[in-house]
Nanobody, 119 residues
Framework: QVQLVESGGGLVQAGGSLRLSCQASGSIVSIRTMGWYRQAPGKQRELVATIFAGVSQNYADSVKGRFTASIDNAKNTVYLQMNSLKPEDTAVYYC?????????????WGEGTQVTVSS
């Protein structure tokens, strides 16, 4: 029904930048929230940044001032600009969206993209 496809992960040195993208496609009627979560080895998945109703943003304290989420509603795409990256930002980053598809709201996840920050 709905697919989320992420791109933009990779290997970067500490202090560098990366930009992640995630496009939602399929039988989409409306999107309420889009955002990013991450999971480091041996740790639980945690919120990085979300955008509600295309406007209201929420960030984890650990990324405030360094990461910026944005959304292109026309393309159903959410971006995550990551600056001043630190080794502790190393994780698999997952896109998430609350989507109204056909008749019901559901939360969808992408397959994840690896971000590795070397010291």
């Amino acid at each position: 029904q709905v697919q989320l496809v992420e791109s933009g992960g990779g290997l970067v040195q500490a202090g560098g930048s990366l930009r992640l993208s995630c496009q939602a496609s399929g039988s989409i009627v409306s999107i309420r929230t889009m955002g990013w979560y991450r999971q480091a080895p041996g740790k639980q998945r945690e919120l990085v940044a979300t955008i509600f109703a295309g406007v209201s943003q929420n960030y984890a304290d650990s990324v405030k001032g360094r990461f910026t989420a944005s959304i292109d509603n026309a393309k159903n795409t959410v971006y995550l600009q990551m600056n001043s990256l630190k080794p502790e930002d190393t994780a698999v980053y997952y896109c998430n969206a609350d989507v109204l598809a056909l008749r019901s709201w559901r939360s969808y996840w992408g397959e994840g993209t690896q971000v590795t920050v070397s010291s």
